[in-house]
Structure formats: structure tokens, C-alpha cells
């Protein structure tokens, strides 16, 4: 059986920040409908790699497609450096939904306008059919009683799930997660972990980078471990968090590890 | 003793006095504020030139008192130009061209105080830079930038005085000029400073006003 084309696929990507070289040389594909997600030391350069995916940050070498088509592909003579024309950066970017660290939605706008904003702003759609479809995607986030309220009157676990609904009311084809849970309070982290395992099991492409080990082991069907801006691994969760190769991985994941230990019987006898 | 018929037998002198000051204070504001948008904006494009139009722009005439920049209007870019500015044109064009200095820099600082966060999300939904400036940035922007803008523009009032020097019969070369033939600069000068004060007290008020509201919806 032929094997379909990777919905996303990163080659030899390369990112620099002035003279300092951040991601060198990273390899990745993702099929549809996979969950992956980045582990890697502070530093490590897993914002950036995600970031690069929609172009948020400029590589420097490399090629990215969504969908088989580029959204960056190098080319020397380009000013930014990237062959691929801006009004085409600008539509792909929207088939990628991005959740931020710090939610990062838009003060001056209620819970549903923020949801509106892009399908209305970005692809000119029907008032009326997107305000439903917002409507419905908020009530799926468990928000129907929190519409019309604007950002600062709801707590950060709700914020980030109106964060969510509005990038997938974008319609993407991959979703993009930078730590969504790191800026909340301890008893807000749950709710924004179901949100995404309810996503995740609707079949959306994603990629999230985390520090939650317990969540990538939930949610994961591989987990990548990027190292000094390289992937040092790259394999399902049992094998990277369980039994992992890489000396600094070993580390990295051994707090993880004790409290693992006493559910590794259970998790081989499955 | 304090002679209030002064005032009131010269009364028409000052309300035009008073009606010119308005008048240059308005459309000074009015193209101080155009003047301002477009210097701001023009140093938030990204492009390096452009920037450095806007920069010297602004240092130029946040740097040059009005006073000076008005008499050079008048009396000597005639003489490097070879043609004539007419009182109006040197008072407009001196106030407008400085308030727009201070405008830009209201802008230019509102749209950076805003967080980075806000451009990765819209550019992330896929906006172009115009989308974002619009339909994000900039309105928050503006309600930070309301109560700065209100006072810059209090100070504009003020600064019209300074027109009197160029001879533009604004309030206060009406109150020099009634002060000239009835040697009574106390009354004068005094009412000067009151109708200033009627004028801006409540325009003061109106401002911190806003300011609070600006607050409350941040
Ligand atoms: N805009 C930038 N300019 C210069 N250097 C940057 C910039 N953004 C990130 N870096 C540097 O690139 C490296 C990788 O950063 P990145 O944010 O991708 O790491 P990370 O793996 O996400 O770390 P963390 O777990 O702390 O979020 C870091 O050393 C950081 O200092
Ligand atoms: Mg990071």
C-alpha cells in the first residue's frame, strides 16, 4: 500500500538569531490527524521550531510545506530569504492554528468576537454562518455562558480554551501548541488538557510542546526530543519516555520516571 | 483698583481674539494629528528609510522651540524660498508641523507599548500587516494614546499665544493691543489668563475623564 504524503513536513530547517544558530538542520514529518509533541530542555529551541512552522519566525535554510505546498523554501536572492511569495505565506499560515503561553487573545474583543475575528478579517466569511460556528465551537469548549465577556473577565484556563476555539475556527489543517498550559494555575491545567485530548480524538493534526510529561505520554502518538537545536529522538511515547537512550533525554525525562515506574506494569500488561 | 469697564468697552477685540485662537487651535490640531499619524506610522513600516525620515522628523521639531520655528516660518524661509508666507500660513503651518512631532511620538509609543503577543496572534490567524494594524493594534493603541493625545492637545491651546509674536491677532495680541491704548495691562492681562483658564479647566476635566475610561477598558 502506498504510503499518503506527510500533511506537514520540515527538512533541513535551519534557524538563526543574528550570528547564533538556534535550529540546525531539523528533519520532521507529521501525518494527518498525528499528535506529536516537542520535549526538550529550556532553550532547546522548540519555540522556535513551532514557530517557524507558520512563519512567525524567518528560517534561515530549509524547506516547509503544509498540505504539499511550500510556505517557506529558501531562495538567496529573496530579501526575507524565503521563495515563496507573501499573499501565499499569508493564506497557509492560516490553514496552521497557533495556541500561545500566554493566550494572547484580543483585549478589546468578547470571547466570540475573538473566535470571529480571523474566518471574518482573514477569509471575508459570512457574518452570520461564523458567529454560529463560533457560537458552537465555544459551547464545545464548555464557554456557552462566557461569549460575551471579554479576556480579562475570565480566568486564564478559560481564556486559553477561547484561544483554542479561535484557531480552529480557522478551519486548520495542523495545530500548533506552545506550552498552552504552563501560564495557568495549577487547578486550570485540566480543563485546558481535556479541551485538547477532545480535539485531538476529533482526528486534528497536532503539534505541542510541553512540559507536562504525564499529558505528552496521554495524548502523544510520538514524542520528539530536540536537543541544541537537532531532534535526538523521535519515536511513540513508551520508547522515548520510557525508555529513553539519549543521555540527556535520560535525565530530562528522570523525574517523569520515578512516579512512571510504578505504572510501567500496568501500561506493558495493556 | 481693578477697572472690569476696560474689558467690557473692548470686549469685541477680545472675542475676536478669542475666536482666532480657537480657530488656529483647531485645524492646527486637526493637521497636527494627520501630520502625526503618518510620521508614526511611516517609522513603524519596518522599512530603514522610512524610519529615519520619521526620526528626523520628529527631533527636528520636538527640538526647535515653536517660538523660533514660527519666526523662521515668517521672516526667514521667505527669504531662503523667494516667496511670500502670509501670517495664516506661517502660524498653521509652524503649530501644525510642531504638534505633529508630538503626535508621532504619542502614536509610535502607543503602538509599541502593545504586547508581541498581539501581532504573532493576528499574524498567526493569517492577517497582513494592514489587517493587523486595524483590525488589532491600532484600536489599542488609540485607547492608550487618548489621554496623552488630550493633553498634547491642551498644550497646542496654549501654544497659540506664541503667534502673537508672528502678528496674528489671536487673544493675546488683541489684550497687548487693547493694553497699548488704555494702559491698563493689569485688567488685561488678567482677563487674558481667566478666559484661558474658562477655556481649559473643563478641557482638562474632560481629559482625566477619559483617561479613567481608557483605564477601565484596557
Ligand atoms: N527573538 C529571539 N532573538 C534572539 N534569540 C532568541 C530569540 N528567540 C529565542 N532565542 C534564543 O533561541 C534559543 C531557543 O529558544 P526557544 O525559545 O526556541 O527555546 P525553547 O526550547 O522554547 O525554551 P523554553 O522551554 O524556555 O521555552 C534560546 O537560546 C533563546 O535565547
Ligand atoms: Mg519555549
Redesign the pocket.
Known amino acids: 500500500m502506498m504510503k499518503s504524503d506527510p500533511l506537514l513536513k520540515i527538512e533541513g530547517l535551519r534557524l538563526k538569531?543574528?550570528q547564533?544558530e538556534?535550529l540546525k538542520g531539523v528533519d520532521l514529518s507529521v501525518e494527518k490527524g498525528e499528535v506529536v509533541v516537542l520535549i526538550?530542555?529550556?532553550?532547546?529551541?522548540?519555540?522556535?521550531?513551532?514557530?517557524c512552522i507558520n512563519l512567525l519566525?524567518m528560517p534561515s535554510a530549509g524547506r516547509i510545506t503544509i498540505g504539499g505546498e511550500a510556505i517557506y523554501e529558501l531562495d538567496p536572492s529573496a530579501r526575507d530569504g524565503n521563495g515563496v511569495p507573501a499573499k501565499t505565506v499569508n493564506r497557509i499560515r492560516s490553514q496552521t492554528g497557533m495556541v500561545f503561553?500566554q493566550f494572547n487573545l484580543f483585549p478589546h474583543m468578547t470571547a466570540l468576537e475573538n473566535v470571529m475575528e480571523g474566518p471574518v478579517t482573514v477569509k471575508k466569511a459570512d457574518h452570520g454562518a461564523t458567529r454560529k460556528e463560533a457560537l458552537d465551537l465555544l459551547s464545545q469548549m464548555g464557554l456557552e455562558e462566557h461569549v460575551g465577556k471579554y479576556p480579562r473577565q475570565l480566568s486564564g484556563g478559560q481564556q486559553q480554551r477561547v484561544a483554542i476555539a479561535r484557531a480552529c475556527a480557522m478551519h486548520p489543517q495542523v495545530m500548533l501548541f506552545?506550552?498552552p498550559t504552563s501560564a495557568l494555575d495549577p487547578e486550570l491545567v485540566g480543563e485546558v488538557m481535556k479541551a485538547m485530548v477532545d480535539l485531538a480524538r476529533t482526528g486534528m493534526t497536532m503539534v505541542i510542546?510541553t512540559?507536562e510529561l504525564g499529558f505528552a505520554f496521554e495524548i502523544a502518538d510520538r514524542v520528539i526530543f530536540?536537543d541544541l537545536?537537532t531532534i535526538a529522538e523521535d519515536g511513540p511515547p513508551k520508547e522515548v519516555l520510557l525508555r529513553p537512550t539519549h543521555p540527556r533525554l535520560k535525565s530530562f525525562v528522570g523525574r517523569f520516571h520515578e512516579t512512571a515506574d510504578l505504572l510501567r506494569p500496568f501500561l506493558e500488561g495493556g | 483698583m481693578f477697572d472690569i469697564s476696560v474689558i467690557l468697552q473692548n470686549w469685541p477685540l477680545f472675542w475676536n481674539g478669542l475666536l482666532v485662537t480657537l480657530f488656529y487651535s483647531a485645524i492646527s490640531i486637526g493637521a497636527g494629528l494627520v501630520i502625526g499619524l503618518i510620521i508614526g506610522l511611516i517609522q513603524l513600516t519596518g522599512s530603514r528609510t522610512l524610519t529615519v525620515v520619521g526620526r528626523v522628523y520628529v527631533e527636528i521639531f520636538r527640538n526647535i522651540p515653536l517660538l523660533v520655528i514660527l519666526l523662521w516660518i515668517y521672516y526667514a524661509f521667505p527669504i531662503f524660498a523667494g516667496l511670500a508666507v502670509t501670517k495664516f500660513w506661517a502660524g498653521f503651518a509652524g503649530l501644525s508641523l510642531y504638534a505633529g512631532a508630538f503626535y508621532a511620538e504619542i502614536l509610535r509609543a502607543g503602538v509599541q507599548s502593545i504586547d508581541r503577543g498581539q501581532t504573532d496572534a493576528s499574524t498567526a490567524l493569517g492577517m497582513t500587516y494592514g489587517q493587523r494594524m486595524r483590525r488589532v493594534i491600532l484600536p489599542q493603541a488609540f485607547r492608550r494614546m487618548i489621554p496623552p493625545l488630550a493633553g498634547q492637545s491642551i498644550i497646542q491651546i496654549k501654544n497659540t499665544t506664541l503667534m502673537s509674536m508672528i502678528t496674528v491677532p489671536d487673544l493675546l495680541y488683541q489684550a497687548s493691543y487693547v493694553s497699548s491704548f488704555t494702559y491698563r495691562p493689569m485688567e488685561v492681562y488678567t482677563m487674558v489668563g481667566v478666559m484661558f483658564l474658562v477655556l481649559l479647566v473643563p478641557l482638562t476635566f474632560l481629559s482625566r475623564k477619559l483617561e479613567t475610561i481608557s483605564e477601565r477598558v484596557k
Open positions: 538569531f543574528g547564533r538556534v526538550g530542555a529550556s532553550g532547546s529551541g522548540k519555540t522556535s521550531l513551532l514557530r519566525n503561553q506552545d506550552e510542546v512540559h530536540l537545536g
